[in-house]
């Protein structure tokens, strides 16, 4: 066998969507861009919701809508990809990484409260692997250090305290205490990348709460500025019978989604419950075959949160860096594609010049030294899975 790692899913209906869309002879930001956003706003129960080229896109412009910047200080995990951290810098802020709980994916959040100051703005975590964060616990945090935040726009005026900015790249689709992804924290950045669960090739989106006294409309409004040079009107808008005219209100950013790639959203969508309850069963028979093995799993369903499914996070019991480099390696020789999610930010040159060092995260570097991350998409048959699950167990005995 061949078993890749993370494939697109491609029917012949995104198939049929695109051509749709070549055909229109409207390519770039248009109709399907909006009515994608509509029907994502839709699904996670938001009032609004916009779409950009990736989800870091959304998570920079996200900072730079709430107006954060230089002498401020934005938290997020050491445990996380690059992207959840690099927006940070940016915007000029600080950028402050936790350390995350022992044996655990997500934040200490212990650690969290202690690293809020009077210069902290947000606090971005991460829904690893598509099982999103102890959003409650995080908002008491916030709640409880209201008295030392000092805002700095409208929006985080209004908000009144730390914004939670979730990097919910791997979590569209997921659940947390009946409420989906999207509608939970502040604000919520998704990535529809290639290998995720919903895919537009490349592409991102922010959802967001609604915020007393704040016009969801200005916020749409803003967000389309900071995407398309500050532009006052879009390419769909200039079409209009003598409507070329436009203003430049600030030197802003191209970060804006095709309609090419959001009808392979659209279609996506349109299927995606089944792509969820595929992801689901791949999980449980992962679950069924890995139980009392050599490997403990990321629990993804409980009876308070529901994942996206997105990752298969697996650590090699009381295993090292090189052993699992060499599990890795075996894997492969079956024609078995694997993966690490993730090695730790101040393992990274960019962030040990930044001053970060590995040492002060042990639990983050103990829960990288043994993660191996298994195939997880709907392509996967369940004659592979049993062959995955089979390989890994021979390969480590």
Not at 85 to 108: N, P, W, Y
Not at 298 to 303: C, G, P, Q, V, Y
Not at 377 to 395: A, P
Request: charged share 25%.
């Amino acid at each position: 066998m061949k078993i890749s790692f993370s494939p697109p899913d491609i029917t012949q209906e995104e198939i049929d969507e695109v051509v749709d869309t070549l055909r229109s002879g409207w390519i770039t930001t248009g109709p399907k861009t909006k009515l994608f956003e509509q029907k994502i706003a839709k699904y996670t129960n938001s009032s609004k919701a916009v779409c950009f080229n990736s989800a870091t896109s959304a998570m920079e412009l996200t900072l730079r809508l709430l107006g954060i910047g230089e002498g401020d200080e934005v938290i997020t995990s050491a445990y996380t990809y690059t992207a959840s951290a690099s927006v940070i810098h940016h915007v000029g802020a600080k950028i402050v990484l936790v350390d995350t709980a022992k044996d655990s994916f997500e934040m200490d959040y212990e650690k969290l409260e202690q690293a809020i100051t009077d210069k902290t703005k947000a606090i971005i975590p991460i829904d690893i692997a598509g099982v999103m964060c102890d959003y409650d616990k995080i908002f008491e945090i916030v709640n409880r250090k209201q008295n030392i935040f000092n805002p700095s726009n409208e929006i985080q005026k209004s908000i009144g305290r730390v914004v939670i900015l979730a990097d919910g790249a791997h979590s569209f689709g997921a659940t947390y205490k009946g409420r989906k992804s999207g509608e939970v924290a502040d604000f919520t950045c998704f990535s529809f990348h290639a290998v995720k669960n919903l895919t537009t090739a490349e592409g991102g989106a922010a959802t967001w709460r609604d915020i007393p006294n704040i016009d969801n409309e200005d916020i749409y409004t803003k967000y389309m500025l900071l995407s398309l040079h500050g532009q006052t009107k879009d390419a769909l808008s200039k079409t209009d019978p003598g409507s070329w005219e436009y203003d430049i209100i600030y030197p802003a950013y191209k970060c804006n989604m095709t309609d090419i790639m959001a009808s392979l959203g659209l279609a996506q969508l349109k299927r995606y419950d089944a792509i969820l309850e595929r992801r689901k069963q791949i999980i449980d028979m992962y679950d069924k075959y890995l139980e009392n093995s050599i490997a403990k799993s990321l629990k993804h369903f409980t009876d308070e949160s529901s994942s996206s499914g997105h990752l298969y996070l697996v650590r090699l019991n009381d295993k090292d860096e090189d052993y699992r480099n060499i599990i890795i390696k075996k894997m492969g020789e079956k024609g078995i594609a694997t993966n690490v999610h993730y090695k730790p930010l101040p393992m990274h040159t960019a962030y040990k010049n930044l001053g970060f060092n590995i040492k002060d995260y042990p639990n983050a570097f103990d829960m990288y030294r043994n993660e191996i991350t298994l195939p997880l998409h709907t392509l996967l048959s369940d004659e592979e899975v049993k062959y995955i699950t089979e390989c890994l167990k021979e390969v480590v005995k």
